[in-house]
């Protein structure tokens, strides 16, 4: 008998993964955790029946994630980054020495044991002795804060459920008091292409235009997540992510990436017409 697992992406669409075996179901305070392993993109993480990250594709939402705003803000020295139970992003986060403290803050410890079990690739990032684990919900969390941090990345899940306070006009606002005046947001940005994801990146681009001064969003290519064309805000106080680019300055790092290079840098913000016309509509 043959096991899959499938996403409903729409009421239309829906997408599939052949899978050999679970390596891990449990239903903790907040949400369903399980874990696959499949021949075509390894192990793979869902929560509540949705792809959060498989083994073959989560590098690119990774680094784009990490390196798109560490390649402009070369003093970058406290981070917090909120969500990111997988570890992903910490673990690109890490390749840089001048970070002297990361703070995460996931409002499910159950997720972030779990990918230390069975997604050591990501989740071994936690180890890192300027990462300081907090598991509580992120909205409050930021909301104490005011001038303390360079960078804000923000991994959440999907606009609904655990995650939903972390796509509102409060917390967008919170982030920008807990900047510091050279400080950038970088948050998840959902998917333009289809009707319903398309709503919700107007929302969230309308929510975060109105506390930045500079807010940009950019995109990659996904191929686990919703029509594979993902996209992420890059806001700023200080910051534009192409004006301010630091290009020759990040390569002397010799960061070895798979993903994300310098020229891709540059076109991950030239964005479709399509979306350029959803953002357009809520800008003003």
Not at 82 to 98: Q, S
Not at 159 to 187: H, M, Q, R, S, W
Not at 241 to 248: A, R, V
Request: hydrophobic share 35%.
């Amino acid at each position: 008998m043959e096991l899959w697992f499938s996403e409903k992406q729409n009421d239309e669409v829906k997408f599939s993964i052949k899978v050999n075996k679970q390596l891990y179901s449990a239903k903790s305070e907040f949400q369903r955790i399980d874990i696959f392993e499949s021949n075509e993109f390894g192990r793979f993480l869902t929560l509540d029946g949705v792809m959060m990250m498989t083994e073959k594709d989560e590098f690119i939402y990774h680094e784009m994630m990490t390196h798109v705003p560490m390649s402009v803000h070369s003093n970058v020295e406290n981070v917090l980054v909120i969500g990111a139970g997988d570890g992903g992003v910490v673990r690109e986060l890490n390749k840089y020495d001048n970070i002297k403290n990361i703070d995460v803050v996931e409002i499910d410890e159950m997720v972030v044991r779990a990918c230390e079990e069975f997604l050591p690739n990501t989740a071994n990032s936690f180890k890192d002795k300027r990462v300081n684990l907090y598991f509580q919900d992120g909205l409050k969390f930021v909301r104490r804060l005011e001038n303390v941090y360079n960078l804000i990345i923000v991994d959440s899940t999907d606009p609904f459920g655990p995650g939903e306070g972390l796509f509102t006009k409060e917390f967008y606002g919170n982030c920008y008091k807990a900047l510091k005046e050279d400080g950038i947001l970088v948050n998840q940005h959902e998917s333009p292409f289809y009707k319903e994801d398309a709503i919700a990146v107007q929302r969230i681009h309308k929510r975060i235009v109105q506390s930045f001064h500079t807010s940009m969003v950019y995109q990659a290519h996904i191929p686990t997540y919703p029509s594979g064309h993902w996209l992420f805000g890059f806001s700023s106080k200080k910051y534009h992510p192409l004006n301010d680019f630091k290009d020759k300055e990040w390569k002397k790092l010799g960061i070895k990436t798979r993903y994300y290079n310098t020229q891709l840098h540059k076109g991950a913000f030239a964005l479709p017409n399509y979306v350029e016309e959803l953002l357009k509509n809520v800008e003003a």
